[in-house]
C-alpha cells in the first residue's frame, strides 16, 4: 500500500477534453511533486510544490497547470493535451525540498490521449 | 546539459547470481538516492548517500558512492525473484535543489 493515493488510476481523454488529476498524502510532508514518466523511461520531474508554493516548473507547456490547495493535496489541471502527453504521471511527497529527502511516490496515473 | 548514465540498461541473470548496476554523472553529486520500480508499480525508495566513499549495506544490496561523487553502485548478491525491477539512481547536483534520475537498469531474474 503506498501513502501517496493518486486518483483517477487510468484516465482516457481526448486533445479537447479537460480533467484534473489529484494526489493527497497524509504524512505531514511539505514538498509535493508531478513527474511523468514514458515506458521504459525514468521519471521526468515537472513541477515541485514546497510549503503550498510553486519552486520549480521544468518548463512544462502550460497546457499542464498544478495547483496545490493545501499541504495535503495536489492536483494537476490538463487542457488540450498532445498524443505525446500519453504516460504515467506520478505524484510524490517528501518531507522537505531540496532533493536530500526520501521521495514517497503514488502509484500514479496512467493518461492515454485519443 | 547534465546527465545521469546507468549501465547496463539491461540485465539478465540467473538466480542466485549477483547483479550490479553503476550510476555515472556528468558532473559532482551532492548526494545520491536509488529506488527500484517493479513492472507495473511506481517508484521505491531504497536508500541514500552522502559522503564520498561512502557504502551502505541492505542485506543483500550493497550500495558505494564514489569518493569523487560523481558515480555510485547498487550491487546485489545472490539474486531472488523478488528483485526483479528497474532500478534508478537519482542524484542532486551540486547548486541545485532537485533530484535528476539516471535511465535506469532493468534486471530481470531467471528462475
Known amino acids: 500500500d503506498t501513502e501517496v493515493t493518486q486518483t483517477p488510476k487510468h484516465l482516457v481523454m481526448g486533445m479537447t477534453n479537460k480533467k484534473s488529476l489529484k494526489c493527497e498524502q497524509h504524512?505531514?510532508?511539505?514538498?509535493m511533486y508531478w513527474y511523468k514518466q514514458k515506458a521504459k523511461k525514468p521519471p521526468e520531474l515537472m513541477f515541485v510544490?514546497?510549503?503550498?508554493?510553486?519552486?520549480i516548473n521544468e518548463s512544462v507547456p502550460s497546457r499542464f497547470s498544478p495547483e496545490c490547495p493545501n499541504s495535503s493535496l495536489l492536483n494537476l489541471h490538463l487542457h488540450a493535451l498532445q498524443p505525446e502527453d500519453s504516460a504515467l504521471y506520478l505524484c510524490?511527497?517528501?518531507?522537505?525540498?531540496?532533493?536530500?529527502?526520501?521521495?514517497?511516490f503514488g502509484d500514479g496515473t496512467r493518461l492515454s490521449i485519443l | 546539459g547534465q546527465q545521469v548514465m546507468q549501465i547496463p540498461q539491461y540485465q539478465h541473470v540467473q538466480e542466485g547470481e549477483d547483479f550490479t548496476t553503476y550510476c555515472n554523472s556528468s558532473?559532482?553529486?551532492?548526494?545520491i538516492q536509488w529506488y527500484k520500480q517493479r513492472p507495473g508499480g511506481h517508484p521505491v525508495f531504497l536508500i541514500q548517500?552522502?559522503?564520498?566513499?561512502e557504502v551502505k549495506k541492505q542485506k543483500r544490496l550493497t550500495f558505494q558512492f564514489g569518493e569523487a561523487k560523481k558515480n555510485s553502485s547498487l550491487h546485489i548478491t545472490a539474486t531472488q525473484t523478488t528483485d526483479v525491477g528497474t532500478y534508478f539512481c537519482?542524484?542532486?547536483?551540486?547548486?541545485?535543489?532537485?533530484?535528476?534520475f539516471g535511465t535506469g537498469t532493468r534486471l530481470t531474474v531467471i528462475p
Open positions: 510524490a511527497s517528501s518531507q522537505a525540498g531540496g532533493g536530500n529527502q526520501p521521495q514517497h
Open positions: 504524512m505531514g510532508h511539505r514538498a
Open positions: 510544490y514546497s510549503y503550498e508554493k510553486l519552486s
Open positions: 558532473t559532482t553529486l551532492s548526494n
Open positions: 548517500l552522502v559522503k564520498s566513499g
Open positions: 537519482a542524484g542532486v547536483f551540486g547548486g541545485a535543489n532537485n533530484l535528476f
